[in-house]
């Protein structure tokens, strides 16, 4: 592909004006970012220390000085501090509930594949958890929705119903095998016809 002098300057202009743009935001979003990335490197080692950062982290996530924008470079490093968390305190108690936390982040940031890889974690080995179903039913979601294996989310959703089929998910399980692969228009369709 040949790009033409005019072509080149006016791509270079496009990316210098929105460069302009963001630069204050991405300033900020840089500090933010290089100051998240101190904070992981700097995570202590103790079960008290990894609880007081994971405060923190989740706190300066959920900052309302924030204005509503999503920081990324804070919500890594929340997800850091859950981890280490884990890695260290893997039969702590706390432990799930924290990846659960982290899957929950990995899919707002739109990295599935991290998500499913807790979300596969906590159903290997945190079965007595208290959102081991959600846990479950989520990644049955994150396959149909977000990666669109319809195969992998379908064996996903018909698990979820065999181990709990009295779950206030069931419904929802079985709503989505129902229409597994159908886009929104085609249900809102089926709802018509009835």
Excluded: W
Excluded at 77 to 84: F, G, M, S
């Amino acid at each position: 592909m040949k790009f033409s002098l005019t072509s080149l300057v006016i791509l270079l202009l496009c990316c210098f004006l929105g460069a302009c743009n963001n630069a204050s935001e991405g300033d900020q979003q840089a500090k933010t970012s290089k100051t998240a990335t101190e904070a992981v490197q700097a995570l202590p080692t103790t079960k008290e220390g990894l609880v007081k950062a994971i405060k923190a982290a989740e706190n300066a996530l959920s900052d309302k000085e924030n204005k509503g924008v999503f920081n990324k470079g804070q919500a890594m490093a929340t997800i850091k501090a859950y981890e280490k968390y884990a890695e260290l305190f893997a039969d702590d108690t706390q432990t799930p509930e924290y990846l659960f936390k982290a899957a929950e982040i990995y899919r707002s940031i739109r990295n599935f594949n991290k998500a499913i890889s807790i979300y596969e974690n906590i159903d290997k080995n945190y079965t007595k958890y208290d959102k081991h179903a959600q846990s479950l039913f989520l990644l049955g979601f994150t396959y149909e929705n977000d990666l669109k294996n319809l195969d992998k989310a379908k064996r996903l959703y018909e698990e979820f119903l065999q181990k709990y089929p009295e779950h206030e998910l069931a419904e929802a399980s079985q709503f989505s095998l129902k229409n597994l692969g159908k886009s929104p228009e085609d249900i809102v369709k089926s709802f018509e016809k009835k």
